[in-house]
């Protein structure tokens, strides 16, 4: 029985506990999550963040996960999950508080740095602190950092940042820095102890950063060229300090921790003449020289592939027994790389080991060598050409899928994409990415390439002394259809030029690389010398209509076409090219020097007269020969570019001459007064020559003749202003006039007959032109904006010479035709003159005294803006012009008072003609110069 009763108590409490635990586990299942205080982020966000689910049973475990997991996101300031029991199970409530937007980010009390450069700054250290970002204090205290540091590089070392914060309902938050610059501090005076054989001078020198800039090594100007002084350049300084000893064999020379001083600035300003306010830190470099070391020799070991020990130690330009230098070495091993490079040797390592022998004051050199093993190029991939085909990206590789791995033919292959000017700038380390797989000794190049506007679309218009008020309309493509054609459409119209072009050009024929182009053109351009320089003498004539008639004034009509092609040198940047030009122009005059000057030149194959101005054919074919090493296009950085063309006119045409034309070109990067491969900077030259010489008893064509000025080369001076100046012989019809300013008719009777007319021999003012000519230009570019905003300083310097008075002569039938007539009129009898004289002109155009062998040079600069658009470089620049022409001179006179009818009308009018044709004259250039152009000069 009492078995029974414990059988039966034991059943009684297993159901109550199966009871009590069934409904403990009935509370424990979650029925709901709310969640409370979010505004901005959805509720969604939040609960998919959580690992617990309505449904779940309730675990304490995963809740502690709920949380890690919402805190984790940096949303909120405030996390926290309550439990609340219900008789259907358990809710949670998830409280949360989220941080506030940034609604606003202002600074204050900014003077020497300014919001962009805050931003830039906030970039290159990763700062993220922007509007509508959340408010993060640890990114606002990275931002006070990165404007200390800012402030600091900019001479503020004691500056202070302070953040003022605003709480603006419902939850945002505005920034304010609060900055304090403090005292501006400069780099004072910089001394070092323990150099007892190079001196604090050249050591000084050596430190571009905190040196001070000087006039150019100063001691006086010190303290008024002081740099900024910047914490973070003192140890890039006090390497390059050690450099200079081991650039003079010190190689165990040592520069110790430099020591500072700040003190306050004293005496007077020389600018202002008050007291100096500002801090000064003065820097001592402590100095261990040590010994003193000449090179003795370099070995090598571990060179496999390459046994030829001297070739190795050729890539090292420092030779045995000279003074050891550091950067030279380094120069040998850099060059050791780029030679392993070129045979395939990707992984090519180079390990210097110095002996140093301190009784013969030497040290040598043992490299070790680890080639590693060649590669072969597997694939050349191209991302980024939307346009351009690949396989026109490839015909310009000198390197090929299958062939072993050269650096250098990759290096050139680049620089042969970028003077396509197809993409962006391209650089090796930047633009392309190399795939290595070591087991199969092959790697995969990747280039990345962003494609520029292939369309050249410009709006011209301006005013220049050779097309006077112009305007214009270029279309041009250098990508035709991506592949890689030609296609130029030009047309500009002005009161003084027009000009319509097509052309185009195949770069590659049937997949090689011969490159064929034509263009057709119709031009047409007035050339009046009146509008290229001024004439100023007395008041009485050299600016009259008579003076102005005798000036050179004519237009030239020409319509014709070209042929072209070229093909370059084998693995080189070497092309040779051959063009034919043929046209056929007509000059119109509209002066009487003009008239003369084409009539009589002899330059057209016994063809004189009118008939010498009609159905001009030039027949021209020009050999070439170029070598293009620049980097780009427009703003090359680096290269060299050397053109030579012989131009030979003749064959099938009315004209003979021969014109060879030389130009070279080169551009160093400059980094402050050094010529420095990493520098930002431009330093870049050109100089060009050219001589034309007719033949076969003919001259060359006075619109073929070389002429300067304009924005190509003389940028201070008119287009085609600097030239020399001639004598062209003239006869001029004069009106006899009487002294009350009436002329004498022929016939008193009839006065519509006209007035009495006297030939007089004048000699007309002409620009001739030479027949060599010299051109430098020198230029210094400090880019703004990438490859597309430039400022340029420039000196440009250019002589044009007429050097042999054989190729101004004039043709027998044209001096003829001046010598033959009679000149005056000493009686007028029944409607004709009687009398008269002969004049013997000289045979040649006489040079002004004062005009030939004259040196130009033009100062300046000037803004270059490549707008994107229209894909054209637009240029503002001013120019001085410190040597010009200027000179006075009188004409040879060859008018007589026995030309004229005795009596008061014929005195009057030989006075009259002296006084317009013989005065005093003054060619004068101008000094200066401003100007917007479109293209470039060099």
């Given at each position: 029985?009492?078995?029974?009763?414990?059988?039966?108590?034991?059943?009684?409490?297993?159901?109550?506990?199966?009871?009590?635990?069934?409904?403990?586990?009935?509370?424990?299942?979650?029925?709901?999550?709310?969640?409370?205080?979010?505004?901005?982020?959805?509720?969604?966000?939040?609960?998919?963040?959580?690992?617990?689910?309505?449904?779940?049973?309730?675990?304490?475990?995963?809740?502690?996960?709920?949380?890690?997991?919402?805190?984790?996101?940096?949303?909120?300031?405030?996390?926290?999950?309550?439990?609340?029991?219900?008789?259907?199970?358990?809710?949670?409530?998830?409280?949360?508080?989220?941080?506030?937007?940034?609604?606003?980010?202002?600074?204050?009390?900014?003077?020497?740095?300014?919001?962009?450069?805050?931003?830039?700054?906030?970039?290159?250290?990763?700062?993220?602190?922007?509007?509508?970002?959340?408010?993060?204090?640890?990114?606002?205290?990275?931002?006070?950092?990165?404007?200390?540091?800012?402030?600091?590089?900019h001479g503020h070392q004691f500056a202070t940042v302070r953040p003022e914060l605003k709480n603006v309902p419902p939850a945002r938050v505005a920034i304010t820095f609060?900055?304090?610059?403090?005292?501006?501090?400069?780099?004072?005076?910089?001394?070092?102890?323990?150099?007892?054989?190079?001196?604090?001078?050249?050591?000084?020198?050596?430190?571009?950063?905190?040196?001070?800039?000087?006039?150019?090594?100063?001691?006086?100007?010190?303290?008024?060229?002081?740099?900024?002084?910047?914490?973070?350049?003192?140890?890039?300084?006090?390497?390059?300090?050690?450099?200079?000893?081991?650039?003079?064999?010190?190689?165990?020379?040592?520069?110790?921790?430099?020591?500072?001083?700040?003190?306050?600035?004293?005496?007077?300003?020389?600018?202002?003449?008050?007291?100096?306010?500002?801090?000064?830190?003065?820097?001592?470099?402590?100095?261990t020289e040590g010994g003193r070391y000449y090179l003795g020799k370099i070995t090598f070991t571990g060179n496999k592939a390459v046994q030829n020990v001297k070739a190795?130690?050729?890539?090292?330009?420092?030779?045995?027994?000279?003074?050891?230098?550091?950067?030279?070495?380094?120069?040998?091993?850099?060059?050791?790389?780029?030679?392993?490079?070129?045979?395939?040797?990707?992984?090519?390592?180079?390990?210097?080991?110095?002996?140093?022998?301190?009784?013969?004051?030497?040290?040598?050199?043992?490299?070790?060598?680890?080639?590693?093993?060649?590669?072969?190029?597997?694939?050349?991939?191209?991302?980024?050409?939307?346009?351009?085909?690949?396989?026109?990206?490839?015909?310009?590789?000198?390197?090929?899928?299958?062939?072993?791995?050269?650096?250098?033919?990759?290096?050139?292959?680049?620089?042969?994409?970028?003077?396509?000017?197809?993409?962006?700038?391209?650089?090796?380390?930047?633009?392309?990415?190399?795939?290595?797989?070591?087991?199969?000794?092959?790697?995969?190049?990747?280039?990345?390439?962003?494609?520029?506007?292939?369309?050249?679309?410009?709006?011209?218009?301006?005013?220049?002394?050779?097309?006077?008020?112009?305007?214009?309309?270029?279309?041009?493509?250098?990508?035709?259809?991506?592949?890689?054609?030609?296609?130029?459409?030009?047309?500009?119209?002005?009161?003084?030029?027009?000009?319509?072009?097509?052309?185009?050009?195949?770069?590659?024929?049937?997949?090689?690389?011969?490159?064929?182009?034509?263009?057709?053109?119709?031009?047409?351009?007035?050339?009046?010398?009146?509008?290229?320089?001024?004439?100023?003498?007395?008041?009485?004539?050299?600016?009259?209509?008579?003076?102005?008639?005798?000036?050179?004034?004519?237009?030239?009509?020409?319509?014709?076409?070209?042929?072209?092609?070229?093909?370059?040198?084998?693995?080189?940047?070497?092309?040779?090219?051959?063009?034919?030009?043929?046209?056929?122009?007509?000059?119109?005059?509209?002066?009487?020097?003009?008239?003369?000057?084409?009539?009589?030149?002899?330059?057209?194959?016994?063809?004189?007269?009118?008939?010498?101005?009609?159905?001009?054919?030039?027949?021209?074919?020009?050999?070439?020969?170029?070598?293009?090493?620049?980097?780009?296009?427009?703003?090359?950085?680096?290269?060299?570019?050397?053109?030579?063309?012989?131009?030979?006119?003749?064959?099938?045409?009315?004209?003979?001459?021969?014109?060879?034309?030389?130009?070279?070109?080169?551009?160093?990067?400059?980094?402050?007064?050094?010529?420095?491969?990493?520098?930002?900077?431009?330093?870049?030259?050109?100089?060009?020559?050219?001589?034309?010489?007719?033949?076969?008893?003919?001259?060359?064509?006075?619109?073929?003749?070389?002429?300067?000025?304009?924005?190509?080369?003389?940028?201070?001076?008119?287009?085609?202003?600097?030239?020399?100046?001639?004598?062209?012989?003239?006869?001029?019809?004069?009106?006899?006039?009487?002294?009350?300013?009436?002329?004498?008719?022929?016939?008193?009777?009839?006065?519509?007959?006209?007035?009495?007319?006297?030939?007089?021999?004048?000699?007309?003012?002409?620009?001739?032109?030479?027949?060599?000519?010299?051109?430098?230009?020198?230029?210094?570019?400090?880019?703004?904006?990438?490859?597309?905003?430039?400022?340029?300083?420039?000196?440009?310097?250019?002589?044009?010479?007429?050097?042999?008075?054989?190729?101004?002569?004039?043709?027998?039938?044209?001096?003829?035709?001046?010598?033959?007539?009679?000149?005056?009129?000493?009686?007028?009898?029944?409607?004709?003159?009687?009398?008269g004289t002969q004049v013997q002109f000289s045979r040649y155009i006489n040079i002004i005294k004062g005009t030939n062998y004259v040196p130009r040079d033009s100062l300046?600069?000037?803004?270059?803006?490549?707008?994107?658009?229209?894909?054209?470089?637009?240029?503002?620049?001013?120019?001085?012009?410190?040597?010009?022409?200027?000179?006075?001179?009188?004409?040879?006179?060859?008018?007589?008072?026995?030309?004229?009818?005795?009596?008061?009308?014929?005195?009057?009018?030989?006075?009259?003609?002296?006084?317009?044709?013989?005065?005093?004259?003054?060619?004068?250039?101008?000094?200066?110069?401003?100007?917007?152009?479109?293209?470039?000069?060099?």
């Amino acid at each position: 029985m009492r078995s029974y009763r414990r059988y039966a108590q034991f059943f009684v409490l297993l159901v109550l506990s199966f009871t009590a635990i069934s409904a403990w586990a009935q509370q424990q299942i979650i029925t709901q999550i709310r969640v409370i205080g979010v505004r901005r982020i959805p509720k969604e966000t939040v609960l998919a963040r959580m690992f617990s689910r309505v449904g779940d049973p309730y675990d304490p475990l995963t809740v502690e996960r709920d949380f890690n997991s919402l805190w984790n996101t940096g949303y909120f300031t405030s996390v926290r999950i309550q439990k609340q029991d219900t008789p259907k199970g358990a809710i949670l409530n998830v409280y949360l508080k989220e941080k506030p937007t940034i609604s606003e980010i202002d600074y204050k009390g900014l003077n020497t740095i300014t919001v962009s450069d805050i931003l830039t700054r906030y970039k290159k250290d990763h700062v993220h602190l922007e509007q509508e970002d959340q408010f993060d204090p640890t990114q606002v205290a990275q931002a006070i950092n990165a404007i200390r540091e800012l402030e600091a590089e900019h001479g503020h070392q004691f500056a202070t940042v302070r953040p003022e914060l605003k709480n603006v309902p419902p939850a945002r938050v505005a920034i304010t820095f609060v900055v304090k610059e403090g005292p501006k501090v400069k780099v004072g005076k910089i001394t070092f102890s323990g150099n007892q054989h190079v001196s604090s001078g050249t050591l000084r020198n050596a430190m571009v950063d905190l040196r001070p800039i000087g006039i150019p090594h100063s001691i006086i100007f010190e303290h008024l060229f002081a740099r900024t002084y910047d914490a973070s350049k003192l140890e890039e300084d006090s390497d390059r300090v050690l450099e200079a000893y081991r650039d003079r064999g010190y190689e165990r020379a040592d520069v110790g921790e430099p020591a500072t001083h700040l003190r306050n600035e004293t005496g007077l300003s020389l600018f202002t003449f008050r007291p100096r306010k500002g801090k000064r830190i003065d820097i001592h470099i402590p100095v261990t020289e040590g010994g003193r070391y000449y090179l003795g020799k370099i070995t090598f070991t571990g060179n496999k592939a390459v046994q030829n020990v001297k070739a190795l130690r050729a890539q090292f330009p420092i030779k045995d027994g000279e003074i050891f230098n550091a950067t030279e070495f380094r120069k040998g091993l850099d060059n050791l790389r780029k030679a392993y490079g070129t045979l395939g040797y990707i992984n090519f390592v180079a390990t210097p080991t110095p002996t140093f022998d301190e009784k013969n004051h030497t040290m040598s050199w043992n490299i070790d060598i680890d080639e590693g093993k060649p590669f072969y190029v597997s694939r050349i991939e191209f991302r980024g050409n939307t346009v351009t085909r690949d396989f026109v990206i490839r015909r310009s590789l000198l390197l090929q899928e299958g062939q072993v791995y050269n650096s250098h033919l990759w290096e050139l292959s680049l620089q042969r994409l970028n003077q396509l000017d197809y993409f962006n700038p391209l650089k090796v380390d930047q633009d392309s990415e190399t795939h290595q797989n070591t087991e199969k000794g092959t790697v995969d190049l990747l280039l990345k390439v962003q494609e520029k506007g292939k369309n050249s679309i410009g709006l011209q218009g301006g005013v220049s002394g050779l097309s006077g008020s112009f305007i214009g309309l270029n279309y041009q493509t250098n990508n035709f259809l991506g592949l890689g054609e030609t296609l130029t459409l030009q047309a500009s119209g002005g009161d003084l030029a027009r000009n319509l072009v097509f052309g185009f050009t195949e770069p590659y024929v049937h997949d090689k690389p011969l490159s064929l182009g034509f263009q057709v053109f119709d031009s047409k351009e007035d050339y009046n010398a009146s509008k290229n320089y001024s004439l100023t003498g007395s008041p009485s004539g050299n600016l009259s209509a008579a003076t102005n008639s005798l000036l050179q004034n004519y237009n030239q009509q020409s319509k014709g076409f070209t042929l072209s092609a070229s093909y370059p040198l084998p693995h080189s940047f070497k092309r040779i090219g051959i063009t034919y030009s043929w046209n056929k122009s007509s000059v119109n005059t509209f002066s009487q020097a003009s008239q003369n000057l084409f009539q009589t030149l002899a330059f057209r194959s016994g063809i004189q007269g009118q008939n010498a101005l009609e159905g001009i054919l030039t027949s021209e074919v020009s050999l070439s020969l170029s070598e293009n090493k620049l980097d780009a296009l427009f703003l090359p950085h680096t290269g060299y570019e050397l053109s030579t063309a012989l131009q030979l006119a003749g064959i099938w045409g009315s004209v003979r001459y021969i014109r060879p034309v030389v130009e070279f070109k080169q551009f160093f990067p400059i980094k402050g007064l050094h010529l420095n491969r990493d520098g930002r900077n431009t330093l870049g030259y050109r100089i060009q020559g050219s001589y034309i010489r007719g033949f076969s008893g003919d001259v060359a064509p006075p619109f073929d003749r070389l002429y300067e000025g304009g924005e190509q080369d003389l940028r201070g001076f008119q287009i085609r202003a600097a030239t020399p100046y001639g004598f062209v012989p003239t006869r001029v019809m004069f009106n006899l006039t009487n002294p009350d300013g009436t002329t004498v008719s022929r016939n008193p009777n009839v006065p519509t007959e006209g007035a009495i007319q006297v030939p007089i021999p004048v000699y007309g003012i002409a620009p001739v032109g030479g027949d060599l000519s010299f051109v430098g230009n020198l230029e210094y570019t400090i880019p703004i904006y990438a490859r597309s905003v430039a400022f340029k300083f420039f000196n440009d310097f250019g002589m044009d010479m007429a050097v042999s008075q054989e190729q101004l002569k004039q043709s027998p039938e044209g001096i003829a035709s001046l010598d033959s007539p009679l000149y005056g009129c000493p009686n007028y009898v029944n409607g004709s003159c009687q009398g008269g004289t002969q004049v013997q002109f000289s045979r040649y155009i006489n040079i002004i005294k004062g005009t030939n062998y004259v040196p130009r040079d033009s100062l300046g600069a000037e803004l270059d803006v490549m707008v994107p658009i229209i894909n054209a470089p637009f240029r503002l620049y001013y120019a001085y012009n410190p040597l010009r022409l200027e000179t006075q001179f009188n004409r040879p006179d060859l008018i007589t008072r026995s030309m004229f009818p005795s009596g008061q009308a014929g005195t009057f009018s030989y006075d009259e003609a002296e006084q317009f044709y013989n005065g005093l004259y003054q060619l004068r250039e101008p000094k200066k110069t401003f100007r917007l152009a479109v293209s470039t000069t060099f």
